[in-house]
């Protein structure tokens, strides 16, 4: 998205201003590998993308803050007051409220108004943390305009606050984390519980990363997360019994299969042993990658999807139909899905040559089998959230 001055004559339209708003950019994620990990104290391996969310805000004198997203567009702008915003709308519009609410509860000066204008490119309810994005769009932004001495840190658990204490949905720190720490072509290995992270180069060499939307709509808060999320809870009460551990993932697979007898309950059983299992690959597919050895690495893909499907149970239809056509397709090294599951996308790393052959042959099998089709998005890996300085104004309106 490079016309950031339609972004900008919009902003001042829709606002009635001369103001020349300053511009910031949050990614979407991906998940590589670690899914469902994050809850239970283990490890994840997310990256941002080129798609995310883009903040256009200019600075108000009074107490009002206006919202605007292009992606929801109404006749006008949704007003809110800076001093009252604890109620939820059960919009859009909650999740920078909950973002200058949750900075407000921590004691940072939130005290003008802001007139703020959203476009985002990432697909909604696709898993790939358009929430996370516009959460930390607002962090970066708020950081910027009431000039807050706050780290990027601490701006990404506000934004898993918002998720759990607003929003209502339990999740992980993982979207956050990617959407705020991202780096160009990087991938993040990320412990969940000491936040301990570490950068690891993301070579594709001759493979394409192809990120494939069952266009299958569905909310996270609506979904069975907060649900795997009890039945993690559950086990792990069973197995404190005869252990003293904190997380699921303090568990080797090996000292897992030692202590399994102690969950009584055979579903909770099978969810601990996917979290458990996936802990470990996430920490071998950082060597793999370091190793360069990709082919090692999309086993490793495979491996994980087969235990979300199989033992966590968040896989669906329209995944399973991604990704195991895919796993028949020639030049296709590993693919499964990211992110929560019940819909939203696939992953799949494809050699260079056979792309188009991917996605003909992905298109026809899901289309025929689903009834309506797939979309495919071939990101960069690009960094966290940032402020766009680059955007020299056309004419000479005043910059704030
Ligand atoms: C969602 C949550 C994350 C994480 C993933 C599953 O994206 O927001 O915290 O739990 O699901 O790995």
């Not at 199989?310 to 139909?321: F, G, M, R």
């Not at 298109?363 to 797939?374: D, S, V």
Request: some cysteine; proline content about 3%.
């Amino acid at each position: 998205m490079n016309n950031f001055e339609h972004l900008v004559s919009q902003f001042q339209s829709v606002f009635e201003t001369n103001t020349y708003p300053q511009l910031f950019f949050a990614p979407g994620r991906i998940n590589l590998i670690g899914e469902h990990t994050d809850y239970n104290g283990g490890h994840v391996f997310p990256a941002s993308i080129s798609y995310g969310t883009y903040a256009l805000a200019g600075k108000r004198e009074d107490k009002k803050l206006r919202l605007y997203s292009v992606n929801f567009p109404t006749d006008a702008f949704i007003e809110f007051d800076i001093r009252d915003l604890s109620q939820r709308s059960h919009d859009w519009t909650d999740y920078p409220k909950g973002v200058l609410l949750f900075l407000q509860k921590a004691g940072y000066s939130i005290n003008h108004g802001i007139d703020l204008l959203f476009y985002g490119n990432i697909p909604n309810g696709a898993g790939l943390s358009s929430s996370a994005s516009i959460e930390i769009v607002t962090g970066v932004m708020a950081k910027a305009l009431y000039d807050l001495d706050i780290e990027k840190l601490e701006l990404v658990k506000i934004g898993q606050k918002v998720e759990n204490d607003f929003i209502g949905v339990n999740s992980g720190i993982m979207d956050q984390f990617a959407v705020g720490m991202g780096k160009e072509n990087h991938a993040i290995l990320l412990n969940c519980e000491t936040l301990e992270f570490s950068y690891s180069p993301f070579q594709l060499q001759d493979y394409t990363l192809i990120i494939i939307d069952t266009n299958k709509q569905r909310t996270l808060a609506g979904s069975k997360y907060n649900e795997r999320r009890h039945e993690c809870e559950s086990a792990l009460v069973d197995l404190q019994k005869d252990m003293s551990i904190q997380f699921l993932c303090e568990l080797s697979p090996q000292l897992f299969e030692k202590y399994e007898h102690l969950i009584t309950n055979s579903i909770n059983k099978k969810r601990a042993k996917h979290v458990i299992y996936e802990n470990a690959r996430t920490q071998i597919a950082l060597e793999k990658l370091q190793q360069y050895d990709l082919i090692g690495f999309g086993q490793l893909m495979n491996e994980s999807h087969q235990s979300l499907r199989d033992d966590y149970e968040v896989s669906c239809l329209e995944l399973d139909t991604i990704v195991e056509e895919a796993w028949n397709i020639q030049g296709v090294i590993g693919a499964r899905m990211t992110g929560a599951g019940f819909g939203g996308c696939a992953l799949a790393l494809v050699a260079n040559e056979q792309v188009n052959n991917f996605k003909q042959k992905i298109h026809h099998t899901y289309t025929e089998k689903i009834g309506y089709e797939p979309t495919f998005y071939t990101p960069t890996i690009g960094d966290g959230a940032k402020e766009i300085n680059d955007v020299t104004p056309q004419t000479s309106n005043e910059r704030l």
